[in-house]
């Protein structure tokens, strides 16, 4: 009775569970309702792109054979025209500096390396598909992140100047945001029945990206498409449904964040200060300070007052909880429209009742890609005969070292703003962050999980509790910036206790 | 046959570790539909290397072999074959 009456109160319709919807959204006008409604969703959620995508995903429903054709096609014109994920800033500023005119100069300078990049990228992909057995083609991604890094790194240290100096900073700036899509590609052509290179294209920052700049392959690559594709008109309507059901629910997550923001921060956007105003509303806020701004204070030497360093700390983590799943699981139902079942990008976190368990929920396809590019790959290879020991490597081998990596080829900027030296040295918080988080994972894995129901209702509320204020402390740390040195952050971590203060 | 139901109960075991009671069929998708984690995943490596011999730093590592059942032994035949 009650476990009915539970599953009655729903947030958001199951609109993928009615029949009559599934069979509507099949026909010519029911598609159009569709498009239509998720683009109108994509708009209330803050997607400007809201036109384009829905004529795509228009496309992608009536002519569903042509899906994948179609997805390269959507994804070449994201490229030319709203290329946001390139360091354009990056860019502008070497050329500035090495005395070079912003114009259209840089803009084809960019497109033939982006050009060259990707005609490389098709040879390394025929080389492996061709030599398996080469060295090469054993770990392409290895080679990839590999040549890159040292790209990088010339480019960092390397005394150059004028027109060379900005086609390397122009080679890094195009390469650095499709480091993982290429990789899922390199994956996909170790296998003899993967996607032919026009496919693939598709795969590289896809259209579905929308707005999104992140370098994380959200539907990994063609392989996992491959997998998920909606194979009858049926299972498309399904598909499709479930994304509107998603972007009905990340509209919720919109208007609690707004709220939140508002009440905690005294972050009010602009239209909602003029709209309270007009209309004689008072916001209460508790105006607490964000994470930043407590660390900036702990930098100058004046550590916030300690229920305010608090509730600074549990304000970040219940923002992250509520702006993550946003971000990521827009794009997922971007990808879900596009007739593509995958799975959300961040699934009931505060469920988790294992450290292990809370990442792999909160940021599915991060995690992902560092279990396949960094985890397996040590896994299988090392400390074969010691469980506890290859398990370990493993996991530091992808929540430290895969994650210290990631990050430092996405913020590639610092090397160019700050000299590589001072770039690495400054990442002493995030690898901190990043050890603190291996060892904990480590731990959490060696002691295994249960199945929920095999766990007491307090046990499950003590383990979750646990694994939010793991969670919570560790978000101090968790820090991407270069400003604030290792010491401003345990600072900032010993003045939560009262004795050390 | 053993080798197919034995490895039958122990995707079962896995999915039963996390609640799941649903059946597969043969040709289910257990890994890219979510219903196995990368947790689940190790453990069936480890499974097939202890029980099977199956050497996957020799073969290659990709996640779709041990989607469903029908690919994991497909594994398992390739490592066979390969010890003969």
């Known amino acids: ?501 | 046959m053993n080798e197919r139901h034995a490895v039958r109960t122990f995707l079962l075991n896995l999915l039963q570790r996390t609640g799941d009671r649903d059946g597969f069929v043969d040709s289910d998708s257990l890994v890219m539909s979510g219903r196995l984690d990368s947790v689940d995943t190790l453990d069936l490596v480890m499974f097939l290397e202890e029980k099977y011999g199956v050497d996957f730093a020799q073969r290659g590592f990709d996640m779709n072999d041990l989607d469903s059942l029908d690919s994991i032994m497909a594994v398992i035949g390739g490592a066979i074959q390969a010890s003969i």
């Not at chain 1, 609690?256 to 009440?263: E, H, N, T, Y």
């Not at chain 1, 040590?378 to 469980?387: A, E, L, S």
């Not at chain 1, 030296?421 to 731990?443: D, E, H, M, T």
């Open chain 1, 1 to 501: 009775m009650l476990a009915t009456a539970k599953n009655s109160i729903r947030v958001v319709p199951q609109l993928d569970r009615c029949p009559r919807l599934a069979a509507l959204v099949q026909t010519p006008a029911g598609k159009i309702a569709a498009a239509l409604a998720f683009a109108v969703l994509l708009l209330l959620n803050g997607e400007t792109r809201y036109l384009e995508l829905g004529a795509f995903i228009l496309a992608m429903s009536f002519f569903p054979r042509y899906r994948r054709l179609l997805l390269s096609g959507a994804t070449l014109y994201w490229l030319i025209l709203h290329p946001n994920w390139i360091r354009q800033g990056l860019i502008r500023k070497v050329a500035a500096v090495e005395g070079y005119a912003d114009g259209w100069g840089l803009v084809l300078a960019a497109a033939m390396a982006l050009c060259a990049v990707l005609c490389a990228l098709g040879w390394l992909l025929r080389f492996v598909a061709m030599r398996r057995d080469h060295v090469i083609a054993r770990r392409p991604v290895l080679v990839m992140v590999a040549a890159f890094l040292c790209l990088l790194v010339a480019a960092g240290i390397l005394p150059l100047h004028g027109a060379a100096r900005v086609a390397l900073w122009i080679l890094v700036a195009v390469t650095g945001p499709y480091l993982w899509f290429f990789a899922y590609a390199l994956g996909d052509y170790a296998s003899p029945s993967h996607d032919p290179y026009r496919l693939q294209v598709g795969t590289f920052f896809p259209f579905w990206m929308g707005s999104s700049v992140s370098p994380t392959p959200m539907g990994k690559g063609a392989a996992y498409l491959r997998k998920v594709e909606a194979r009858t008109p049926k299972d498309l309507a399904v598909v499709q449904l479930k994304a509107i059901k998603l972007l009905l629910w990340i509209l919720v997550l919109n208007l609690m964040l707004m709220v939140f923001r508002a009440v905690v921060y005294g972050a009010v956007s602009p239209a909602a200060a003029d709209f309270c105003r007009v209309h004689g509303f008072h916001v209460f806020s508790l105006h607490v300070p964000t994470l930043g701004a407590a660390l900036e204070q702990t930098a100058a030497g004046h550590s916030p007052r300690l229920a305010m360093a608090w509730a600074g700390v549990v304000a970040h983590f219940l923002d992250g909880v509520l702006s993550v799943p946003i971000a990521g699981n827009m794009v997922v139902a971007c990808v879900r429209m596009a007739g593509f079942h995958i799975l959300r990008n961040t699934y009931k976190p505060l469920y988790a009742t294992t450290v292990a368990e809370f990442w792999n929920r909160f940021y599915y396809y991060f995690k992902e890609l560092l279990v396949e590019f960094f985890f397996f790959p040590t896994y299988i290879r090392y400390f074969k005969h010691n469980r506890r020991l290859r398990l370990a490597v493993a996991t530091l081998a992808a929540a430290t070292l895969g994650n210290l990596v990631y990050h430092f080829c996405r913020d590639s900027d610092y090397v160019f703003y700050l000299g590589l030296w001072r770039a690495v040295a400054g990442f002493q918080v995030y690898a901190f962050y990043a050890l603190v988080l291996g060892l904990a994972i480590s731990i959490s894995q060696w002691r295994g999980k249960h199945a929920p129901e095999s766990l007491p209702f307090y046990r499950r509320v003590i383990s979750s509790a646990g694994v939010i204020g793991f969670y919570c402390l560790l978000e101090i740390f968790d820090y991407e910036g270069r400003n604030h040195s290792l010491r401003t952050h345990l600072a900032f971590f010993g003045s939560l206790c009262p004795v050390a203060r």
